[in-house]
């Protein structure tokens, strides 16, 4: 056990940072889990959105969450889940074949800035 007050401290954080870190971690394995089992668009996203959750929180490096989403997307794909990103690219390419009206938009008017007053000159001194 640490005598020094910073180290008690630094015992303390330590401690706190180690439950919270197990908690992402295992809420990261029982998502990717549930997508494994059952493979459905809702636990596709939720397993990527607990891969973000452990970057953010620095559990999971960067690139290894990249390469687990990747794989993620690509069993998705094999099984025939429709995830979120090809709903959106097939919405959007509804949309494009009928062209919608656009509201027409107002301009605001664009306000003039006030008129700077000339700054003072200093006076300066020559001394040698």
């Not at 970057?55 to 989403?69: L, P, W």
């Not at 690219?89 to 494009?96: C, D, E, F, I, V």
Request: hydrophobic share 35%.
């Amino acid at each position: 056990m640490p005598i020094i007050k910073s180290a008690k401290k630094r015992v303390k954080v330590a401690r706190k940072a180690t439950i919270r870190n197990a908690k992402t971690k295992r809420s990261l394995k029982t998502a990717l889990k549930a997508f494994v089992s059952k493979k459905s668009a809702t636990t596709h996203a939720q397993a990527q959105s607990e891969l973000d959750k452990a970057v953010k929180k620095g559990v999971a490096h960067k690139n290894k969450v990249a390469r687990k989403k990747r794989q993620l997307a690509q069993v998705a794909k094999a099984a025939g889940v429709k995830t979120a990103g090809t709903a959106k690219k097939t919405a959007s390419k509804a949309t494009k074949t009928t062209p919608a009206k656009k509201a027409p938009v107002k301009k605001s008017a664009a306000k003039k800035a006030p008129a700077k007053k000339p700054a003072a000159k200093k006076a300066t001194t020559n001394k040698k």
